[in-house]
């Protein structure tokens, strides 16, 4: 199976800030992956997949990159409606996700 | 607008089984990849199970093979996940989630869940 691991599990960031948040698939995914936005009670958003094509209606400050084992979102400028949980998920071989890393306040 | 309603959630013994459902009316589910994806209370996501758009592939996590199946009813527009030899750590909030055309792994739509507590 393939495994993804997030860095770091909590972040705490002000709004304004650049905020990246890495994922490492354990063998290579190709750019089979998709990053979520999820907030508390509520169901995941798709946010990016195929590693950095933005989903319909997601703001441009949201970013992907990277290819094969190591990914990233970035976050250019953090708002106050982007405090919530990030998940990674790899669609290569069925699926996988990480184990998420929240953004909080600092 | 996209829906996904899932049902079939509640308190169940080890052991026992339950069925969850998922209604989503709107589209129709054979023309799409289906996912389970649950939740335990506060934890991450973790992926359950999977049904191609045409039923001829199912897929499972290692944690569920064996005891859950994922199956569809193309004539009411329901999908389902069978789950038998339930033990607690399989309590969790259960969401139905869409797959993406063309990429039917990739999913692009969630429910919002069924909670379901396995007591021992």
């Known amino acids: 199976d393939i495994q993804m691991t997030q860095s770091p599990s909590t972040l705490s960031a002000s709004v304004g800030d650049r905020v990246t948040i890495s994922c490492r698939a354990s063998?290579?995914?190709?750019?089979?992956l998709a990053w979520y936005q999820q907030k508390p009670g509520k169901a995941p958003k798709l946010l990016i997949y195929?590693?950095?094509t933005l989903e319909g209606g997601v703001p441009s400050r949201f970013s992907g990159s990277g290819y094969g084992t190591e990914f990233t979102l970035t976050i250019s400028s953090l708002q106050p409606d982007d405090f919530a949980t990030y998940y990674c998920?790899?669609?290569?071989?069925?699926?996988?996700f990480g184990q998420g890393t929240k953004v909080e306040f600092k | 607008q996209v829906q996904l309603v899932e049902s079939g959630g509640g308190v169940v013994q080890t052991g026992r089984s339950l069925r969850l459902s998922c209604a989503a009316p709107?589209?129709?589910?054979?023309?799409?990849?289906m996912h389970w994806v649950r939740q335990a209370p506060g934890k991450g996501l973790e992926w359950v199970a999977v049904?191609?758009?045409?039923?001829?592939?199912?897929y499972y996590a290692d944690s569920v093979k064996g005891r859950f199946t994922i199956s569809r009813d193309d004539s009411t527009n329901t999908l389902y996940l069978q789950m038998n030899s339930l033990r607690p750590e399989d309590t969790a909030v259960y969401h139905c989630?869409?797959?993406?055309?063309?990429?039917?792994?990739?999913?692009?739509?969630w429910g919002q869940g069924t909670l379901v507590t396995v007591s021992s």
């Open positions: 989630a869409r797959g993406a055309a063309p990429h039917w792994l990739l999913i692009d739509y």
């Open positions: 709107g589209f129709t589910l054979n023309n799409y990849g």
């Open positions: 049904i191609s758009y045409d039923g001829n592939h199912k």
């Open positions: 063998q290579s995914i190709s750019n089979w």
């Open positions: 195929q590693t950095y």
């Open positions: 998920q790899q669609y290569d071989i069925f699926s996988t």
